[in-house]
């Protein structure tokens, strides 16, 4: 079908019609459509996108960035969509009494435009 996989000592690899379309490096990182993922999960394509889809509109989609406990009650950064009601909601939440939320827009760690300082 031009489907296979091989592995390379400690490593592993899908590829599709003669290309490495997953590949699973000898840290665990897991690269699609590079195979010399950089982080945990890396994207590599022209125009990357990540996308969650439901099949059940009853159901809302969820991305969750949490801390080691993950429990996005305490900390964390969690984005949502229902698309039952087309209701989005992104939510920081925190237990530190000093915390700054920064909003830039001018490229990545780069000084904020818009600072919100939690009180």
């Known amino acids: 079908m031009g489907t296979s996989y091989y592995t390379y000592p400690n490593e592993f690899s899908v590829v599709v ?4 379309r997953i ?15 950089s982080s945990h999960l890396h994207l590599y394509q022209k125009e990357p996108v ?14 969750r960035f949490t801390d080691f406990s993950e429990d996005i009650t305490d900390s964390g950064l969690y984005l949502s969509y229902d698309a039952n009601t087309s209701v989005g909601t992104l939510e920081l939440t925190t237990n530190s009494p000093n915390s700054i939320l920064n909003i830039s827009v001018g490229g990545y760690q780069k000084a904020p435009e818009i600072s919100v300082k939690i009180p």
């Open 17 to 20: 019609q003669g290309e490495e």
């Open 23 to 37: 590949y699973i490096n000898d840290q665990g990182n897991i690269g699609f459509g590079t195979f010399a993922p």
């Open 50 to 63: 990540f996308q969650i889809s439901t099949d059940n509109y009853n159901k809302k989609g969820e991305l």
